[in-house]
T-cell receptor
């Protein structure tokens, strides 16, 4: 089955700097890669996702890149702000017709701290 | 649009007791998921419903966990009897439909934090 590795486990940056979180996946059939932000005491919130037919997607200060050949994808946050501090999870999913149920397999998370 | 609702938000029980969690998905979402999130880890799928039918329960410890989704809307997850290792946050998520290509977006509720003493 699918396995998702996420690095680093913790990341501390100064306000205004960029932050990069990387994930690798094992199943070449995976075709959907969402990123979730989880604040303390709350459920994960989708911040951006990418599907396997594109290599990059941007939404204001957040971007995700996907390298299908190398089976890795990354989250890039520019001009970080203190409110970006949270735990970020990457996930991967295979399509239902691929034999799985289209379920999300999550990485272990990255705790991002943005210092003012 | 209202999000995924869950209750209770917190629950403390002793081992061998039973507990139940409730979830109300986003209106119109056919697919409902229950995840277990142990401290310091990502969510792990327990069970997936499509309307009121089970799509995947391969990761559900069926000797103690059960779930149902009557009428294809609300869902309850039950643990009986609870063990110390069941201490975790139980998250409910819903999506419009999962059985299409590509996978549809999942929206999560706030979760129920369970502590088993």
């Amino acid at each position: 089955g699918e396995n998702v590795e996420q690095h680093p486990s913790t990341l501390s940056v100064q306000e205004g700097d960029s932050a990069v979180i990387k994930c690798t996946y094992s199943d070449s059939a995976s075709n959907y890669f969402p990123w979730y932000k989880q604040e303390l005491g709350k459920g994960p919130q989708l911040i951006i996702d990418i599907r396997s037919n594109v290599g990059e997607k941007k939404d204001q200060r957040i971007a995700v890149t996907l390298n299908k050949t190398a089976k890795h994808f990354s989250l890039h946050i520019t001009e970080t702000q203190p409110e970006d501090s949270a735990v970020y999870f990457c996930a991967a999913s295979t399509p239902f017709y691929g034999g799985s149920q289209g379920n999300l397999i999550f990485g272990k998370g990255t705790k991002l701290s943005v210092k003012p | 649009e209202a999000g995924v609702a869950q209750s209770p938000r917190y629950k403390i029980i002793e081992k061998r007791q039973s507990v139940a969690f409730w979830c109300n998905p986003i209106s119109g979402h056919a697919t409902l998921y229950w995840y277990q999130q142990i401290l310091g880890q990502g969510p792990k799928l327990l069970i997936q419903f499509q309307n009121n039918g089970v799509v995947d329960d391969s990761q559900l410890p069926k000797d103690r966990f059960s779930a149902e989704r009557l009428k294809g809307v609300d869902s309850t997850l039950k643990i009986q009897p609870a063990k110390l290792e069941d201490s975790a946050v139980y998250l409910c998520a819903s999506s419009l439909i999962a059985r299409v290509f590509p996978t549809d977006t999942q929206y999560f509720g706030p979760g129920t934090r369970l502590t088993v003493l």
